[in-house]
């Protein structure tokens, strides 16, 4: 189990039009002023806890080892999904309600611990009348006493068998009939690429600026199907042309050279949305 | 008087889509380049004193003694309204406009010391020239020298009266005639719930679970009227169904479970917006 | 050349609803626990590498010395443009995208020194494959190397011509014919105040309260003409009215007490918009 380096990183769906997520910051000080404090993003899509998973996934592994993160997406907020802490193979420490955030930190880094947090003394003293904030009064809290030290993994509570975790289905890519098969895990929010379950290592004897056929399904009906340059980056076609590329964090991705390929195609994510990928090859369709 | 901490608090009606705000905190790291800076929230609904006085009551209490807010909504800027700094009754100083953002921290915290800023010592040297941005010039600059201890509370300038403090009415709710009635004091502009100013504490004697007749009205005119189920949180009842709770500070709010009461039902806040709350028993309605 | 101070500030175009400026913040943590990371703001327009120089600009000069800026908008990511850091005449650094965020720092604050970072060294190891986000690879890392003092000035690569800095053109305001004629900058996509390259050493003379005859024209067209109050903040005219005032950074500017310019005349920024200001005179018009 790694030592807190003191430094305590914060995600939730609270936005940041009010100060809700000033109150988990408020709290945290409260335990230590010399924590140091960042956020990946408030903005993850209210009660989403595939995306807030996949956020973890994202951004975590460039982190230093010993960092807390507190992830707060809780529409079961004030019910009784457990309070969760996972420690990760990376050295890192996530703070959550147990609804599925965990899902690909478990399945693509690794949990190798797992807490419940005892409520009865890891939680803001006189917030027991509260059951609408747990963010605060719960995760917070217990996330600034790790990040601080003052209180050990082994002080969030009893230990929970790693498997009890609550994981969403995270369905793997496969190569099918010539084809790699696989679903649009996310799309960004901001400028609008897809990014597929397709890991590179699938890819890796295609050369950049090979013509791959893509063809992406929604509940069996085809939303796009293209001839797509897979280049280094969006600069290998023109400005509004499609690329497919590798994308930050070791998956194959789907982008628009500086527009949306969300918008301009009308794509999105989750199970139903299901991509295929095929290298063409003198004439004919072939990948491996 | 308290001691500073060296933690700067910011909030404004600026937004993040320019660097307004991160002027404040070069301001503020030339001060001290140790100052911890946090926001609240640049996200005010523009000119909205009343919202930004709610921000701060919503939000200080949670933070350790001796940290100083600096908060920003200031369409009066260049004109005569005061600036001044109140050291409150939580150990807190907040830096502002005297323009009612001291409100609800006046009413609810208490004010123990007002001092009007003395702009001739208090003020970024070569910023004498500009006239709209006393957010950087003179709240920023004597803000970060307070946290710093560059300055005591006594060398912000000249002593006021605390009762000329600037404040917005805020009335309180009543109990007449078997109801509870008060207003609605503010909506999540995220989630969407509304919260009112009836204080738990005239709640205390009804259970969870129990069945209370709320309306709202506007200017007189009905706008929403239900049973609602005073619920612990929202998965008190159904998706998409409201519920009456107990917010994250001590006050009578409105929700939908997974969605937002405030579009669902138009409703808004302010001082027109009325809220009434009775308990409903053996058929009949009776609130005591 | 100045030495860091520790302190790394952070702008983009990559908004905050995903984990991409995380990763960034990440990789700077990894190199130094201790650095103390801020942002200008992330909601650069996409792609907009004018608004990135302008926001650099308008930041910059009131932070201290020494502090090290990260700005990533880069719409040629994975292709040949130059990866640099210029060191300022005013003790900062700007780590970038040598595609026009120099611009106005180069214009306005002075570049004394130029260098090529040299991804053979500063590079995040193991992010050879990755070829979409050399914001985290490339800029953080070598940004962050530098802010913590891990390497010098001199270690990010080699020197450069400070005359081969890629610069957008940067016209500047003239008088003519009595009138001062210039063009606008930049707008607040906030508060919606455009701002003008007239610098308001060109206005000393005029005395607040004066009229002035101000006209915007877009590609030849007429879109705004008035006589408006020139003020020294918003408060000069009523609620809605038009005042043309100082701005933070020592500009002309126009607003909209309580309201925005921008949205109410339909006003824009950029080289086709051009504006004259002319002081009306004895029921004339004449500038000097």
């Known amino acids: 189990v790694e030592p807190t380096n003191g430094i305590l990183v ?15 910051y408020g709290v945290a000080l409260k335990i230590d002023l010399n924590l140091k404090i960042l956020d990946i993003t408030h ?3 209210a009660f ?7 956020s973890l996934f994202q951004t975590c592994p460039v982190f230093p080892s010993g960092c807390v993160f ?12 457990r309070s969760v802490v996972a420690s990760t193979k990376a050295g890192h420490y996530v703070v959550t309600p147990d609804n599925g955030t965990l899902t690909h930190v478990c ?32 995760y917070a809290y217990t996330g600034a006493r790790l990040a601080s030290g003052a209180i050990g993994f082994e002080e969030v509570g009893s230990e929970l068998d790693i498997g009890s975790v609550y994981c969403h289905p995270v369905p793997g890519a496969k190569i099918n009939d010539g084809r790699i098969e696989g679903m649009i895990d996310i799309k ?22 090979s013509k791959i056929e893509v063809e992406i399904r929604y509940k069996g009906e085809i939303k796009y199907r293209s001839e797509v340059i897979y280049g280094k980056s969006f600069g290998a076609v023109e400005v509004g042309g499609d690329v497919l590329y590798n994308n930050e964090i070791g998956f194959l991705a789907l982008g628009t050279n500086r527009g949306s390929f969300v918008d301009k195609h009308n794509i999105s994510s989750g199970y139903d ?16």
Do not use: C
């Open 10 to 24: 914060f995600q939730s769906d609270f936005g940041l039009l009010e100060g809700s997520v000033a109150q988990m």
């Open 273 to 288: 949305w299901l991509i295929s990928v095929t290298r063409i090859k003198d004439g004919g369709s072939l990948y491996v």
């Open 188 to 209: 960004d929010p901001h400028f609008g690429m897809v990014w597929t379950n397709i890991p590179i290592s699938m890819f890796e004897s295609v050369d950049f600026g």
């Open 43 to 45: 903005n993850i899509e």
């Open 70 to 81: 507190v992830s707060v997406v809780d529409p079961g907020v004030g019910t009784d999904r």
């Open 107 to 138: 399945k693509h880094i690794g949990i190798v611990a797992l807490r419940e947090i005892d409520e009865s003394v890891n939680r803001l003293p006189g917030s027991e009348k509260f059951h609408v904030f747990h963010g605060r009064d719960v």
């Open 48 to 54: 989403n806890t595939w995306d807030a998973s996949y």
